[in-house]
């Protein structure tokens, strides 16, 4: 097929990137390069300073270095769209389309740096396992990101399976469903395929991320969308439920029944990056509830006409939700603060006014006791 098929509008659902999410936008995004000969492709693996891509031609592997290599939020990432050399020894990818979304966590190191997961992703996947009690704080932690990303988040419920009633697992259900307000929750079971149909038709509507721990069922559940063993897979630890890390790489592949898919390796570490946005939507109950409070700067812990502690103690808000908020909001804040320095300067106001505080109260209470 010739290169020009690619960049006729009317041609965009009929070419070969049709399967990898290329539209109309994307050719429009991409007409600046065709001038210099440049092939557009997807990213659908990176590796060490190089990557596959997936072209009109064919996957091509394709060295990333005029790619900013130094900055780790400008490097290539799994489902970029890419302009790439037709030819060469080595070939080079020149640069990426600007990315309509990007999961981004902060890095395990102690620099100030974020690492893009994946890019222009239309739904995260937050993959969570029934074999183990379920941990709301970390499915908190991948919501924040999944919403900061633009992505649409899913929560799938997985190893449904092994639930042992209905009833126990529409408990499980609505707990996640508490946690994850305007989050579709989906249990399902890849072992019989219980739940399947429905995910199928959510991923089939463009390109998907799925996220994880290690052991929560994520190769199996890609398996299952692929329709054959293209992702490998092992046995869970009996003793925990946690599995090892059978995806070492992220990869892009074309679901069978419409839409692509980006498998990640489990992630040990969630950290924020940045998403404070995120932090607000998954938590959107409590910013509703602080907006009534008396003071606008209210910090929620013991002030008068506080509407937040007010919904604690008529039931209405459970309290390991306001815990999750502020440890996930006071995250977030160090992490910004180490790149603006003027957030610098607003916490350590507050710290002064905050000790202030507690050593005025401290002083009022001697003087009653004297």
């Known amino acids: 097929m010739s290169f020009s098929s690619l960049q006729s509008p009317s041609s965009s659902t009929s070419h070969p990137l049709a399967p990898y999410g290329w539209d109309d936008a994307w050719a429009d995004e991409f007409a600046p390069h065709e001038p210099e000969g440049l092939l557009p492709g997807r990213v659908i693996r990176v590796d060490r300073g190089q990557c596959d891509v997936v072209t009109a031609d064919g996957i091509v592997r394709a060295d990333t270095a005029f790619v900013t290599p130094n900055d780790p939020m400008r490097v290539v990432c799994t489902g970029d769209w890419v302009a790439v050399e037709p030819a060469g020894n ?6 990426y389309l600007p990315r309509r979304t990007a999961f981004v966590r902060s890095t395990s190191s102690n620099r100030s740096e974020g690492q893009i997961l994946a890019a222009n992703v ?17 499915i908190e932690r991948f919501l924040a990101l999944a919403w900061e ?18 009833a126990t697992l529409g408990h499980l259900v609505e707990d996640v469903e508490t946690t994850a307000p305007g989050v579709p929750v989906l249990p399902v079971s890849s072992l019989d395929g219980a739940g399947l149909e429905v995910l199928v038709a959510v991923v ?45 790489t992220r990869n892009l ?15 040990r570490g969630v950290g ?3 998403a404070e946005s995120g932090v607000g939507q998954v ?8 907006a009534r409070c008396r003071f606008h700067d209210c910090a929620h812990e013991s002030e008068p006409g506080c509407a937040v502690l007010a919904a604690i103690e008529d039931g209405v808000l459970p309290e390991r939700r306001l815990d999750s908020y502020r440890k996930l909001i006071r995250e977030n804040q160090r992490i910004v603060a180490k790149t603006d320095a003027r957030l610098r300067a607003e916490i350590k106001r507050d710290w002064k006014r905050k000790g202030a505080q507690g050593k005025a109260a401290m002083e009022a209470k001697r003087g009653r006791w004297a």
Do not use: C
């Not at 396992?129 to 970390?138: F, K, N, P, Q």
């Not at 996220?211 to 190769?219: D, F, N, R």
């Open 149 to 166: 990303s633009g992505a649409q988040p899913v929560v799938v419920l997985t190893k449904a399976d092994l639930v042992p009633d209905a």
């Open 283 to 290: 938590f959107s109950e409590i910013e509703d509830l602080a």
């Open 122 to 138: 239309d739904h995260a996947i937050v993959a969570v396992s029934l074999a183990v009690e379920l941990d709301l704080g970390r």
């Open 204 to 248: 089939s509507g463009g390109t998907s991320v799925l996220l994880g721990q290690s052991g929560a069922g994520k190769s199996t559940l890609a398996n299952a969308l692929l329709g054959e063993d293209v992702m490998d897979v092992q046995a869970t630890r009996d003793a925990d439920g946690k599995g090892r890390h059978t995806t070492t």
């Open 272 to 274: 924020l990056w940045d």
């Open 90 to 95: 080595p070939r080079y990818v020149r640069t």
């Open 253 to 267: 592949l074309a679901l069978p029944g419409g839409g692509a898919l980006i498998d990640t390796p489990g992630l």
